[in-house]
């Protein structure tokens, strides 16, 4: 059972995922009788399919497979909910094509739960996971899942094949892409773009190396990495953006492409530090920006809030909702920054008046 995971519970429901306490009191969250918010009362699930006692563990998934709407509804569109735990529960609702419809559309949900249902959903679900262009390009899993599910229409199976061969896929074992590749390219072979598994496994072996190099040939080395990936196919930078180092994703994250810059953005790997870093960059996609602007996690960061709003990249919309959150002292410096719009220097004044009568 994971330990971080139950550590981000309410102490209130520590007692209901702890081996060591009574099975009744574990065979109540299983059942869902105990006091939780929605995403909380689907964590208890996760953890408690996981108990040492074989009832708590049957109760706990056969609850998952009947999960009441209520708990459903918020839980699975909810984007800071634990991404193990929306993994897990895609295949106890693989079902209901209402509840995979949430889970298709929370950012949050892996590739790789999705593709495992992606062969067999029904069509309107099929046709949502086939407008996410991000993940046809990140897991090659889910792309080939979506080609053999027989509820897609051709046409939508063509289109969807097609993007995938302009953006780098070859897969000439696929019968669907392979019919694409001739529709874009025809017969003419295509160039061999170098693979994000290449660079990756040079990178582990240049680690070592790196430690005991002077700073130019460090710098020779960023610049050789920057030309080959621009070399690369789309597909490529959106595999290298996920699973590279922060030296690849703070190159991808100036592409002119919007979804190798998201994917970049959305790397398990990227820090609270490369966040904040991006929160004030006024050279990314405005699409970065709004991203991070949605991510309630990454909002906590009190430094973030205050880029965003500093940023004149950010979008006045976004900008004013955050003005509030702010301390005195910067909605002081906020009264006289040329570089924001004049509603949100105003909106830092009206605060800023409100606060001294």
């Known amino acids: 059972m994971s330990s971080t995971l139950a550590s981000r519970l309410p102490p209130t429901l520590h007692k209901h995922v702890d081996a060591s306490t009574p099975p009744p009191l574990r065979m109540m969250a299983a059942r869902l009788l105990v006091p939780a918010s929605p995403t909380d009362a689907l964590t208890l699930l996760y953890l408690l399919a996981q108990d040492p006692d074989e009832g708590v563990r049957d109760q ?44 298709a559309l929370n950012s949050s949900t892996p590739d790789e739960a999705l593709a495992r249902v992606a062969s067999r959903c029904g069509r309107k679900v099929a046709e949502l996971l086939a407008q996410n262009q991000l993940r046809l390009l990140r897991c090659e899993e889910y792309l080939l899942g979506l080609l053999e599910n027989p509820n897609l229409s051709a046409a939508v199976r063509d289109g969807i094949a097609d993007f995938a061969v302009r953006s780098g896929i070859r897969r000439d074992e696929v019968p669907a892409l392979r019919e694409a590749f001739r529709r874009v390219f025809g017969e003419a072979p295509a160039e ?58 703070t190159l991808l994250l100036r592409d002119t492409n919007k979804l190798v810059c998201l994917a970049a953005l959305q790397s398990p790997r990227i820090t609270e530090s490369e966040i904040v870093a991006l929160s004030q960059s006024r050279t990314v996609h405005e699409e970065v920006i709004r991203e991070i602007a949605t991510n309630r996690e990454w909002l906590k960061l009190y430094q973030v809030k205050v880029n965003l ?15 509030p959150h702010l301390r005195e002292k910067d909605l002081k410096d906020l009264r006289t920054n040329k570089n924001v719009p004049h509603v949100v220097q105003a909106a830092a004044r009206s605060i800023l008046i409100k606060k001294q009568r």
């Open 309 to 323: 709003v500093k940023n004149p990249k950010t979008p006045p919309g976004i900008a004013l909702r955050l003005v």
């Open 192 to 249: 061999k773009a170098e693979t994000a598994e290449e660079l990756l496994a040079e990178a582990h072996e240049e680690l070592a190396a790196d430690r005991e190099e002077g700073e130019g040939l460090q710098e020779e080395r960023r610049e050789t990495l920057a030309r080959r990936i621009l070399k690369m196919s789309v597909a490529e930078k959106i595999k290298l953006a996920t699973l590279g180092n922060k030296e690849a994703r």
């Open 60 to 103: 706990a998934v056969e609850t998952a497979r009947n999960l009441p709407d209520k708990i459903a509804a918020a839980a699975l569109r909810d984007a800071d909910a634990p991404r193990e735990v929306l993994g897990w529960i895609v295949d106890h609702v693989a079902e209901s094509e209402r509840y995979l419809e949430l889970l």
